[in-house]
């Protein structure tokens, strides 16, 4: 599987909060049906949607891990190596200042 953009990741995210929230609207609308056939269905899409909260909450937790690992990564470089980190943001600077410039 590809590797997902973090725009792409969002937009994953948020359309399985919504199924899930559809999902779980379907299931109070259709509480009254009767029938064993019913009743069973819905107890399972119940713990699939318990299955999917804890997944989604699991990869929001590594997603945020993973963030502060880099910003880490990122304070000690720039603890560690100060003039470097300054050259690369004069450069990245430049390179946006004639970027804007050619318009």
Excluded: C, N
């Excluded at 009743?39 to 891990?65: F, K, T």
């Amino acid at each position: 599987m590809p590797d997902l953009t973090s725009a792409q990741k969002d937009k994953l995210m948020s359309d399985l909060r919504l199924m899930i929230a559809d999902a779980e609207e379907l299931l109070r609308v259709t509480t009254d049906q009767a029938g064993g056939a019913a009743a069973e269905v819905r107890g399972r899409i119940q713990g699939r949607l318990q299955q999917a909260r804890a997944e989604m909450a699991h990869l929001q937790d590594a997603a945020v891990a993973k963030a502060k690992a880099a910003g880490h990564a990122a304070d000690e470089f720039v603890h560690e190596k100060p003039w470097q980190s300054i050259g690369v943001a004069a450069g990245i600077g430049l390179v946006i200042g004639l970027l804007i410039g050619r318009r």
